[in-house]
């Protein structure tokens, strides 16, 4: 099975850019980085030169000697098998945060090969650049991976509700032959999540024991990460932030506590760990907004804030909840305080909008739990795990801030009443469209 990811598009547009750069390709690890460039690069290219220094670490001495891009392309030639041409080969460097060398050769490649397509990924980058890597700033092209996306998944679980969603065009309720059927496959979404090996167990296969066992497989992988590429004295605190997680987010108020991590645990010890997994894409941080103004960092309370896990379906495993919920009722989506449920709306928002979202609190008064940028104002997001839309929250920040519009994900149909837009779960991917309806 072959998942059409959306950023196929964006690698296309990249590859046409007048002005290209050496592009790298960021995204948490198993999350199809690799799988995407390569599929890339047979669709639109003659042929694929792969490596990896995170395997073939011999590579990175052809970097260390010299820092002329012909002489390494003449070398990583040999290495291929065949000669790495411009305009027909699209080079593809993985791991590149393994090479500190690689990665700081880019900026020549750019200055003196800019025929040549050269793309990059990493999945520790972030942590291999907060750590002082070398780099060449401004000379590269960044683009970010997500995890498979519920639309995603629906254009291969049902094409034909895919196709209908896709055909929405204005703000009024779905008919039932399609809401309820949808609100089913979300169901099924929330068991996979969206990591594209999981994805494809359940949707190929329709195992979903299948399915869990690739998920435990991916966090073991990252447990493996925490102790491959973490300072030793590091890694109990790592594991222990990792495996708080459900639990911070099980509670009614999500903010982030430190002491929730082991009795007695101060920020000053465990901060560092925290921003590893943060710089490593498996944690993401929700800052606290005391005021909703532009631009929301300026009003960021750094003492707040809320962690999330960079898929849904990541989040479920870790929390040791049974794919057996799918048969009751709606307690997929209520499960921890619905923190399956804001996991999942913020990981479709990400790929949509500039910049993290933030959340907005009111001391005990309210608490908004997503705010976003769009066309230079501030939309609050309610997010409701079933039926029930009441919300004082939303209520007290529209009474006090008179935003032009707000949005609110449930259960419900889709609907506008009176500045609030009620969006069905399964459609946070068309959010952005939606706020462009007429």
């Known amino acids: 099975m072959e998942i059409k990811r959306n950023i196929l598009k964006q690698l296309v547009e990249w590859k046409d850019k007048p002005a290209r750069k050496p592009l790298i390709l960021q995204g948490v690890r198993q999350v199809g980085k690799t799988w995407i460039l390569k599929y890339f690069g047979s669709r639109y290219f003659e042929n694929v030169a792969y490596f990896n220094f995170d395997k ?67 999945s520790l980058l972030g942590v291999a650049l907060s750590r002082g890597a ?88 990252y447990l493996l990460d925490f102790s491959k590429h973490v300072e030793n004295k590091d890694i109990p605190k790592i594991n222990y932030i990792w495996s708080s ?52 960092p300026a009003y960021d309370d750094l003492t707040a804030f809320k962690i999330y896990l960079p898929d849904a379906g990541l989040l479920r495993r870790l929390s040791l909840l049974d794919p057996v919920a799918i048969t009751e009722g709606n307690r997929l989506f209520t499960e921890f305080k619905g923190s399956l449920t804001e996991n999942f709306i913020l990981s479709g928002l990400l790929p949509q909008f500039e910049g993290t979202p933030h959340y907005w609190r009111s001391g005990n008064k309210a608490e908004v739990d997503f705010l976003i940028e769009y066309k230079n104002s501030i939309i609050p997001v ?46 946070v991917d068309y959010t952005r469209k939606i706020l462009e309806f007429d």
């Open 56 to 122: 073939q670490k011999e590579i990175g001495q052809f970097f260390s000697t010299t820092k002329d891009p012909k002489r390494i392309l003449d070398n990583l030639s040999l290495v291929h098998g065949k000669a790495i041409l411009p305009k027909k080969t699209l080079l593809i460097f993985d791991e590149i945060q393994e090479c500190n060398d690689a990665l700081n050769a880019l900026k020549y490649f750019y200055e003196e090969l800019p025929e040549y397509f050269v793309t990059c990924a990493g």
């Open 134 to 221: 070398s780099f060449p700033v401004g000379k590269v092209d960044f683009m970010r991976i997500y995890p498979v996306t519920f639309s995603e998944f629906l254009a291969e679980a049902a094409p034909d509700l895919f196709s209908y969603l896709g055909q929405v065009d204005k703000v009024e309720p779905l008919p039932d032959i399609f809401f309820n059927p949808l609100c089913e496959k979300l169901k099924m979404y929330y068991i996979s999540g969206g990591m594209p090996e999981a994805v494809t167990t359940l949707l190929e296969d329709r195992d979903m024991s299948g399915t869990q066992e690739v998920l435990q497989n991916i966090l073991n992988a």
């Open 245 to 296: 997680l459900p639990s911070q987010l099980a509670r009614e108020n999500k903010k982030f506590l430190y002491q929730s991590v082991r009795p007695g645990a101060r920020a000053r010890e465990y901060e560092d760990a925290l921003l590893w997994l943060i710089n490593a894409g498996l944690a993401i941080r929700i800052s606290c907004c005391t005021k909703p103004f532009m631009p929301l």
């Open 382 to 427: 309610e997010v409701k795990s079933d039926e029930n839309i009441r919300s004082k929250s939303l209520a007290f920040y529209r009474k006090e801030y008179h935003p032009a519009v707000s949005l609110r994900f449930s259960l419900r149909n889709l609907k506008y009443n009176e500045g609030v837009i009620n969006i069905p779960l399964f459609m």
